[in-house]
């Protein structure tokens, strides 16, 4: 399974933008997807996550101004992002997912990245 993410761009604070990740196949049922991102010096974090039945983890900072959704039958991902701030300027990457739901944290599943897609949010 290849994840490919796009959507991207820059946008001013306050704005809005739509990611999409789309797999190369059937995202099946026992995969858990999620949304990380790396800001320029910083640790890669989980952003949110979505089940394929759509049980969503989102992050404490992105909270009530994000929201995840699943197409299962298009294998597609889609992280909404709205009242951007600066600090949301990162390189967004979609992969498999282990959630903890204890945590209340999605981590990735395997190390495998893809190319990612970059936002800028200007203040």
């Known amino acids: 399974l290849r994840l490919v993410e796009s959507g991207g761009g820059s946008v001013q604070s306050g704005g809005s933008l739509t990611l999409s990740c789309v797999g190369s196949?059937?995202?099946?049922?026992?995969?858990?997807i999620g949304w990380f991102r790396q800001a320029p010096g910083k640790e890669r974090m989980g952003v949110s996550c979505i089940t394929y039945l759509g049980q969503v983890i989102l992050s404490r900072s992105v909270k009530d101004r994000f929201r995840i959704s699943r197409i299962n039958a298009n294998n597609t991902v889609i992280l909404y992002m709205n009242n951007l701030k600066s600090e949301d300027t990162a390189t967004y990457y979609c992969?498999?997912?282990?959630?903890?739901w204890g945590q209340g944290e999605c981590k990735i599943s395997g190390d495998d990245w893809g190319q990612g897609t970059q936002v800028f949010v200007s203040s």
């Open positions: 992969a498999r997912a282990t959630i903890d």
């Open positions: 196949e059937f995202i099946g049922a026992d995969v858990d």
